[in-house]
Every structure is written in C-alpha cells, then in structure tokens.
C-alpha cells in the first residue's frame, strides 16, 4: 500500500513540476492569455464529458492537464493548437499554460505525426492500367517505402489458368467453391492432361528514390480430383502440396505459413534487402 501511495503522489507532482516549468516559460508573442470561451472553442459535447470526468478525479484542476492532453492528442492525433484551445475553455485554464504544459513533455506530439497505410493491386492486369504508376505514386506521397503483393494458381494443363484471373475465374461475385469448380471441369475435360500446378506470389516494395524491390515465391503441387480439408481459402482444397497426401487446406497452419507461396516470397525479398543493405546486387531469386 505504502508503494502504491508514493507513486499515486510522484504521478500527482508531475503537472506540478510542469506548470512550475510552464509560469517559467514565457508565454510567446499574439499567443492567448485569457481562457477561451467554451462557446468559442467549440468543444464537443463528448469531449467536454470527458474532460469534465477526468477533472472529477483531481482536487486542483491543473493536475489534470497530463490526462486531457492525453485526451486531445487520441482524438486528433497530436496535440493541435484547436485541440489545445477547446481543453483549456474546459478546464479554465489559458491555451498557453496547456501547450506549456504539453511542450514540456516528449510524450506529447505538438506536430503531426501519422502513418500511412495504402493497399494497392499490383497484378499485371493492374499494371497495364498504370499500376505501378499508382504505386509509385502513393510511395511518393507518404514518403515511405510502400509493399504490395499478388498470388494466383497457374494449372499447367489449362496453359497456366487461372493464372492471372484467379480472383475471378469464374466470373465476377463467385465464391471460393465457383472457382474450384471451374478449374476441376475445366480439367476433366482433359483426362489424360497432368494435373500438375503451382501457387505463384509476387511482393514487390517500392522506395520514395524509386527503387524498386521483386521476389516471387511458388510451391508445387498437384490438383486434387476433389476438394478435401477445411482449412485455407481459394484454392487450397483442390492443390495437394508438393506431391504430397495432404491439400494446402488439410495442412496445419504452421506448417501452411512455413511451405506457402507467400511466405516463400516474403523470405526471398528480406534477402533482397538484406544483399541491397550489405551493398552487393539485389536481384531475388524465387524461392521454391
């Protein structure tokens, strides 16, 4: 109990210890003195609620900056000078003081700090249309490097179909079983045709200087007369691994995300980056 009291103190002194940093701290020039008029800040009415519960727990209200800011920087992302303004009309307290009390601390973001996600289809039927233009572009804009794959199942006795199309095979709105279907009439009308086939992913990582990063990754197999196992999705009922007993969609999971495609893709391309970081040629062999 008595631990639990001193850091229930130590957390208690630290906007304390701030606002002492912040009286010291002069306030910059055209920056507000006075407390903002709540109808002016325009704080909204879920905000206010919180900000007024967590004052709730603080005999003083200045030792509740630490968890408001706190507050304004989930909602917006960083502690924005609008965020900052509408906190302080709650609290009664200047912008100045709270910015202080936010500067003083390397927690707090008093810029904006965002991430990036983007996904975007880099197959060739993309790529035709300007793909990897796209990419490139996305890549620019977030000023980070940008990760795109592709897979698909390419059936040597129907001249590497789905291939490409596999998403689509059977047309568009299908299910997973349309297309399985689809590549198992299309075999039987070939009886005497090998039923070999393979699973092929491609991961490309384009970086803002341009650069550009492939590696593929395939694992063979053979197309089962019918679909077997629970497991997976796509193809993975009707694609007996490697020759083996056992379809993708029969296989554990661990072992699926060891032998995949995918995974073998992924590790070709960390050895691409790892050759480009050790300076030697970058180019990736597939992995099989």
């Known amino acids: 109990m008595a631990g639990g009291d001193e850091r229930s103190g130590g957390a208690a002194e630290q906007p304390d210890a701030a606002a002492e940093a912040a009286a010291r701290t002069p306030v910059p020039a055209g920056a507000a003195v006075e407390v903002p008029e709540s109808h002016e800040a325009g704080v909204p009415d879920e905000m206010r609620a919180e900000i007024e519960a967590i004052m709730a727990r603080y005999p003083e209200k200045r030792s509740a900056s630490i968890p408001v800011l706190f507050l304004i920087q989930r909602r917006y992302g960083w502690c924005t000078p609008e965020g900052i303004r509408q906190g302080a009309a709650v609290m009664g307290v200047t912008a100045a003081y709270l910015e202080s009390v936010a500067s003083f601390y390397d927690l707090f973001h008093m810029e904006p700090a965002g991430q990036h996600r983007v996904l975007v289809c880099t197959n060739i039927s993309c790529w035709m249309r300007g793909g990897d233009e796209l990419l490139g572009a996305f890549c620019a804009a977030a000023g980070v490097p940008a990760l795109a794959d ?3 199942l390419e059936v040597d006795a129907l001249e590497g179909a789905p291939g490409l199309y596999s998403a689509r095979y059977a047309g ?25 086939a393979r699973f092929r992913a491609v991961v490309v990582v384009a970086f803002p200087d341009s650069r550009e990063l492939t590696a593929e990754g395939v694992c063979e197999g053979i ?10 999705f796509g193809y993975d009922p009707v694609f007996l691994v490697e020759g083996g007993p056992l379809t993708m969609a029969e296989l554990p999971a661990p072992q699926k995300n060891d032998i995949s ?28």
């Open 172 to 196: 568009p709105d299908t299910t997973h079983g349309d297309k399985m279907k689809q590549v198992l009439a299309a075999l039987a009308g070939l009886p005497d045709a090998p039923r070999t």
């Open 223 to 232: 197309i089962a007369e019918t679909p077997r196992g629970a497991g997976g």
């Open 261 to 288: 495609h995918r995974a073998r893709a992924v590790h070709a391309l960390r050895d691409a980056l790892q050759r480009a970081a050790d300076g030697y040629p970058s180019s990736a062999p597939t992995r099989q």
């Open 150 to 152: 592709d897979s698909g």
